[in-house]
């Protein structure tokens, strides 16, 4: 029940392509969805988060959509660059203690 | 605003010694989280510190341990070091819940 399903495993997209990461809970307490986005060599970084009484979130070119009665979630990378190339992870938690997805890893080809 | 600062950054042992990670959070934080990264296992958490308590364990055995200090700078030790303890040793902190920002990462191996 504490499991966050996270696909797909790896993406490649063209520039200017909108990749999308999906991630799946059980966890039906969990009320906050943060997604990190991590290079080689660093820790990750959040880039965006959301709580389960919002069905959509946006900030710059990132967007969360949530789908709380399917306890689904996902990350849209709008117009994305060969700069975003990165590992994704979605993650929930009830509290501070994350659960994590297995994590996406995302080319943009340019 | 410096962010959350990780010391050693690279950390080499050998089996059965054991070794401290130390990290100091954001300015005015006082919560930190240590989280294991791996390979194999993914990103895991360890446990959470808050106004020098433990608030939150992760499943790990009782090899690993922390502690937190007034100043909320925080330690994770870890006795008797296995092969499998290689990884990259992750902090983060909060002002309380919600938002929480990682650290560059202690890489530790085990040989």
């Known amino acids: 029940q504490q499991q966050v399903k996270q696909s797909p495993q790896s993406l490649i997209v063209q520039k200017g392509g909108i990749p999308i990461i999906n991630c799946a809970y059980e966890?039906?307490?969990?009320?906050?969805f943060p997604w990190y986005q991590q290079f080689p060599g660093k820790g990750p970084a959040l880039l965006i988060a959301?709580?389960?009484?919002?069905s959509e979130k946006k900030e710059g070119r990132f967007t969360i959509s949530f789908n709380k009665s399917a306890k689904q979630f996902s990350l849209h990378i709008m117009d994305s660059q060969p700069g975003d190339s990165a590992t994704y992870f979605c993650?929930?938690?009830?509290?501070?203690?994350?659960?994590f997805g297995a994590g996406t890893i995302l080319r943009v080809k340019s | 605003k410096a962010g959350v600062t990780q010391t050693p950054r690279y950390l080499i042992k050998t089996r059965g010694q054991q070794v401290t990670l130390s990290c100091s959070p954001i300015?005015?934080?006082?919560?930190v989280s240590w989280y294991q990264q791996t390979p194999g296992q993914g990103l895991q958490f360890l446990f959470e510190?808050?106004?020098?308590?433990?608030?939150n364990k992760g499943n790990f055995p009782g090899r690993f341990s922390g502690r937190q200090f007034s100043n909320s700078r925080s330690e994770m030790n870890v006795s008797t070091l296995e092969l499998g303890d290689s990884a990259l040793y992750l902090c983060?902190?909060?002002?309380?819940?919600?938002?929480?920002?990682f650290g560059p990462g202690t890489r530790l191996t085990v040989l």
């Open positions: 983060a902190s909060s002002l309380g819940t919600g938002e929480q920002f």
């Open positions: 966890n039906t307490a969990f009320d906050y």
């Open positions: 959301i709580r389960p009484d919002v």
């Open positions: 993650a929930a938690s009830k509290g501070n203690k994350l659960v």
């Open positions: 300015s005015g934080h006082r919560s």
């Open positions: 510190y808050f106004s020098e308590t433990q608030r």
